[in-house]
């Protein structure tokens, strides 16, 4: 299915937006399946939507006792530390929500020294919560891969001219960022595990992610966001990013 874009005036009304699509998400997974299972997203747009989803009405409309928690990357930090994506969702999400089963919050390590042992594990932990055999062919279909993507067009930690952006088998590998960003050692979902979802939400604010907007918008496959390929993919993004002019 191709991919919708929906632009909003401000930052504030995309992180709106994404925390009312998690939310009816998760619901209807709930209906349907009796659980949600979401892959969270790193950098800065959590930090407008996670108290979206912390606090009533959004908090309360989901049972999050259902719900399996994942992170599409992770920086190879500790985490308790400031860049660590999971240790954001700690502190502004999951701490605040009730009913949440620790059992279901699937940390991704990628502060473990062993980093392909640790990638093997997280994608045992995937296998263990789909039910998938060892070795099968079948990918673990995830509800919503939550997103962003980088002005130079990265998502999760696919970037640019990494081998990563090519691998066909595995679902969690080892990425390595730009010198530019806090954190160089990485752990990624791949293409093969994203494009298996039900839902990808690319959530996408700032001018410096319009050009590469334009090129995503003019169905250029170079950018690593634009390999994504969910059942359903969906571009939330504010004015700016989108390229139009500010609101007055
Ligand atoms: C990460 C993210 C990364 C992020 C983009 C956009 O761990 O850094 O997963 O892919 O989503 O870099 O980040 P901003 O929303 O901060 O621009």
Redesign the pocket.
Known sequence: MSARFIVLPTPAAVAEAAADRIVASARNAIRRRGRFVIAL??????RLVYPLLAAPPRRDAIDWSRVEFFW????AVAPDDPES?YGLARRLLLDHLPGIREASVHRMPADDPDHAAAAGRYENELRRIFALPPGGRRRPRIDLIW?????DG?????FPGSRVLFERARWVALAT?PKT?P?AA?M?FTLPLINAARTALF????A??AAAMRSIQARSPALPAARVRAASTLWLLDAAAAGAASPP
């Open positions: 997203s790193g950098g800065s747009a959590p599409g990357d992770e920086r994506n997103l962003g993507m980088g002005p990265h998502t999760a930690s696919l960022a960003s954190v990485r990624t959530v996408v604010a700032g410096d992610k």
